[in-house]
């Protein structure tokens, strides 16, 4: 159980990739009650989210998140609002905007009313001069606007702990792969979208990104046990790593993952035309290193290559 006590917990950005899997989780380990979803958008279309109590929130709104921080009881905050990379490169100013100034307002709320906030990174933080298996250490000089934010919130958090002690945590996620809800807007997305076009009468799919990038990756039943393992974590378990946790799933190239979904929908064909989004990829490493993780919080991933594979078009085709 988490350490909420008799407190609620808010979901912001509860309607994306992340959010639409996690609030599921989240109630069905609390109760539908305990969890109150928000997002930007209105509710309809997401029936995962709408068993339980939702409301219109908008991150930039200071105003209206501290009032629902006490209004509704909040000790819990998983604040998954933000602008992902492809979009965020195309509209910077709105991305530094969301993804920084809405952090800020959601530290600030926790500041005032002693709340742990779980905030996530990416592996965007890395930049072209990261070794290509990333370690926890290393110095963070991304080359898009998105990670530049990341690794911003990544330093916002550090302050907030340091500073007035409130309990920022967060996991530098890899590549997120899931298909309860769609992506739009990551450089990732494409591990996404291959598996719907494969299962589509066309069974063919045009691959944004080079056969042979290969990118950290994981499936998101992992990405959501890693998240709620580290918020319930004893706080003298974390180490400095504590606002971006590097975790590893499993890395593959574009044509591996093509290869393993042509193995059970045969006659599938990958075609590869990379866009302005090759060059995020390129400037990401190939996998992380997550000893540190290991250590702290004895994190472990379950879903290799054919498992997840196997799962997302189990799913898919249910
Ligand atoms: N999905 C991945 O592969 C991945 C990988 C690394 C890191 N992350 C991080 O995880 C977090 C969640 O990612 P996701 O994939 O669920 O993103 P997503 O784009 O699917 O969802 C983000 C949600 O935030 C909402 N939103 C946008 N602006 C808002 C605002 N001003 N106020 C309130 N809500 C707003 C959107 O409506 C959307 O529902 C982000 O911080 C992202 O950077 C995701």
Redesign the pocket.
């Known amino acids: 159980m988490p350490e909420s006590g008799e407190g609620r917990i808010l979901v912001?950005?509860?309607?994306?990739?992340?959010?639409t899997d996690l609030v599921e989780n989240l109630r069905e380990i609390y109760g539908s009650d305990k969890v109150l979803a928000?997002?930007?958008?209105e509710i309809s279309g997401h029936p995962s989210v709408s068993s339980g109590p939702f409301t219109l929130?908008?991150?930039?709104d200071s105003d209206k998140i501290l009032k629902l921080v006490e209004n509704e009881n909040i000790t819990i905050i998983y604040h998954?609002?933000?602008?992902?990379s492809a979009k965020g490169e195309e509209k910077p100013e709105l991305c530094e905007l969301?993804?920084v100034g809405?952090t800020k307002n959601i530290l600030e709320a926790a500041r005032k009313n002693k709340i742990r906030v779980f905030v996530?990174?990416?592996?965007?933080v890395f930049g072209p001069d990261a070794p290509k298996h990333a370690p926890q250490l290393t110095p963070l000089n991304p080359s898009t606007k998105y990670g530049m934010t990341?690794v911003d919130c990544e330093i916002l958090g550090m302050i907030y702990w340091q500073k007035y002690g409130v309990d920022v945590r967060g996991i530098r996620?890899?590549?997120?792969i899931s298909w309860k809800?769609p992506?739009?807007?990551?450089t990732?997305d494409y591990a996404v979208d291959i598996f719907h076009s494969a299962l589509s009468p066309k069974k063919s799919y045009n691959c944004f990104l080079r056969a042979d990038t290969k990118l950290p990756m994981m499936y998101m039943e992992d990405a959501i046990r890693a998240t709620i393992t580290l918020m319930n974590q004893p706080i003298e378990s974390l180490s400095s790593a504590r606002c971006g946790y590097n975790i590893s799933g499993l890395s593959f190239t574009a044509e591996e993952l093509s290869s393993e979904i042509t193995n059970h929908i045969p006659g599938f064909i990958c075609n590869y035309q990379p866009d302005i989004r090759q060059n995020y990829a390129d400037s990401w490493p190939d996998s992380v290193d997550d000893e540190v993780a290991k250590n702290d919080w004895e994190w472990k991933p379950e879903f290799q290559l054919e498992t997840l594979v196997k799962d997302m078009i189990e799913n898919l085709t249910k």
């Open positions: 912001t950005g509860a309607l994306g990739q992340i959010g928000s997002d930007i958008r929130l908008d991150v930039l998954l609002a933000a602008i992902l969301i993804n809405g996530p990174s990416s592996i965007a990341k996620y890899p590549g997120l809800s992506v739009s807007g990551g990732t």
